[in-house]
T-cell receptor, first 110, second 114 residues
């Protein structure tokens, strides 16, 4: 069993839709949770960072962490074609090593 | 955040040969990280490169296959040695800048071994 599971998609939604992206994990030692966005032929870029459980909002993006369920989510409101990318969840126990999900490919269509 | 320049952006190599990937950062950083991203798989950490000491390799990765140099605080190289088609992947370097796990990644090197 992988430490971090993420549905690879692809996920296709119409412009303006609310998008929900999710990851589950098995290791309760993870304390730091991140979402990265990766455009085609580019490196991942950090979108959201959350420590422990709770919600964090940044513009159209909301990250949620439920440590009791070992479940994290990223919500994108009013999705735009420019949001089309692969979204990677990542988590850490502390220190510098990140454990990534496989990524979910998102396409927002006009 | 830091800006990373990674070269080459892509290459097609013959099996049995070696390729050296360069990573240049626009600011001094203590640690640089090398990742591999295989199709349909998660980003996997290969090693952590510290200036002035040997790189630290993750389980499943060895120095003979992936030698790393870190001559100063802004530059590192990763060599993929004695390549086979299984080494076809995207290789990315990364650094930590600031707080809150602000990892910055290079654009990656897309390697195809034939």
């Amino acid at each position: 069993q992988k430490e971090v599971e993420q549905d690879p998609g692809p996920l296709s939604v119409p412009e303006g839709a609310i998008v929900s992206l999710n990851c589950t994990y098995s290791n309760s030692a993870f304390q730091y949770f991140m979402w990265y966005r990766q455009y085609s032929r580019k490196g991942p870029e950090l979108l959201m960072y959350t420590y422990s459980s709770g919600n964090k909002e940044d513009g159209r993006f909301t990250a949620q962490v439920d440590k009791s369920s070992k479940y994290i989510s990223l919500f994108i409101r009013d999705s735009q074609p420019s949001d089309s990318a692969t979204y990677l969840c990542a988590m850490s126990k502390g220190g510098n090593k990140l454990t990534f999900g496989t990524g979910t490919q998102l396409k927002v269509e006009l | 955040s830091a800006v990373i320049s990674q070269k080459p952006s892509r290459d097609i190599c013959q099996r049995g040969t070696s390729l050296t990937i360069q990573c240049q950062v626009d600011s001094q950083v203590t640690m640089m990280f090398w990742y591999r991203q295989q199709p349909g798989q998660s980003l996997t950490l290969i090693a952590t490169a510290n200036q002035g000491s040997e790189a630290t390799y993750e389980s499943g990765f060895v120095i003979d296959k992936f030698p790393i140099s870190r001559p100063n605080l802004t530059f590192s190289t990763l060599t993929v040695s004695n390549m086979s088609p299984e080494d076809s992947s995207i290789y990315l370097c990364s650094v930590v800048t600031g707080t809150n796990y602000g990892y910055t990644f290079g654009s990656g090197t897309r390697l195809t071994v034939v």
